[in-house]
Structure formats: structure tokens, C-alpha cells
């Protein structure tokens, strides 16, 4: 059964830095684009950022850019966001996703749709 884990969240000040990683088992996710998405109350769930399965393609929401960084290590399936600079409105459930429609795609856009997901995990910054 495909399994995506989040962790790595919790609470920060302003400013601080966090790493979100994500754990994938049950199918060969080294072959697939995956994301970040997040949500904060009242809000629409956003796009944060992808990567597609080798890493040369990523995508950011303008929002994080030059703030988060997304990478992979596929050789412990494991999918990461490296969010730094914090500000308040960052504070959101964020939730890992793959699209494993197709494999070997070749552009990490906003326009892929995900269809594996993970639970979340909340990410809290303190102003």
C-alpha cells in the first residue's frame, strides 16, 4: 500500500528555520514528481513547491521562493523542504504528495495533479 509520512514540523519563531522530510513506501516513488502543499485555516490548500523524480525540474509558489528549498534523496525515498526565513503567514498543516500517474516526468509544474498524500504535519511560526 503507497504510504507517504510527514515530519519535521512544530513550533518557530519568526525567522527560524525548519526541515520537513517525508518518508514514501509501497511503490517506486523514486520515479515520480512530488510536492509540498499546505493549508492554513481558512484558506485554500496551496501548492508550496515539486520536484520531479530525478530533481533537475523543481517548482515554488512565489510565496517561498528564495525561502524554501525542496530536494529528494531517492535512494532512501525520502522527499525534503528546507524552509528558512520563517514569517507567521508560513503557519499551516503542510502535507506531502506524489503524482504516480506517470513516471519520469520531466517538469515540476503548478499544474500537476497529485493523487497520493500524506497527513501532514503542522508548522507553527511564532511573530
Known amino acids: 500500500q503507497a504510504q507517504l509520512v510527514e515530519s519535521g514540523g512544530g513550533l518557530v519563531q519568526a525567522g527560524g528555520s525548519l526541515r520537513l522530510a517525508c518518508a514514501a513506501s509501497?511503490?517506486?516513488?523514486?520515479?515520480?514528481?512530488m510536492g509540498w502543499f499546505r493549508q492554513a485555516p481558512g484558506k485554500e490548500h496551496e501548492l508550496v513547491a515539486a520536484?520531479?523524480?530525478?530533481?533537475?525540474?523543481?517548482y515554488y509558489a512565489n510565496s517561498v521562493k528564495g525561502r524554501f528549498t525542496i530536494s529528494r534523496d531517492n535512494a532512501k525515498n525520502t522527499e525534503y523542504l528546507q524552509m528558512n526565513n520563517l514569517k507567521a503567514e508560513d503557519t499551516a498543516v503542510y502535507y506531502c504528495?506524489?503524482?504516480?500517474?506517470?513516471?519520469?516526468?520531466?517538469?515540476?509544474?503548478?499544474?500537476?495533479?497529485?493523487?497520493?498524500w500524506g497527513r501532514g504535519t503542522q508548522v507553527t511560526v511564532s511573530s
Open positions: 504528495a506524489a503524482d504516480t500517474s506517470a513516471p519520469y516526468r520531466t517538469t515540476a509544474s503548478s499544474s500537476t495533479v497529485y493523487d497520493t
Open positions: 509501497g511503490r517506486p516513488f523514486s520515479r515520480y514528481t
Open positions: 520536484i520531479t523524480w530525478s530533481g533537475r525540474s523543481t
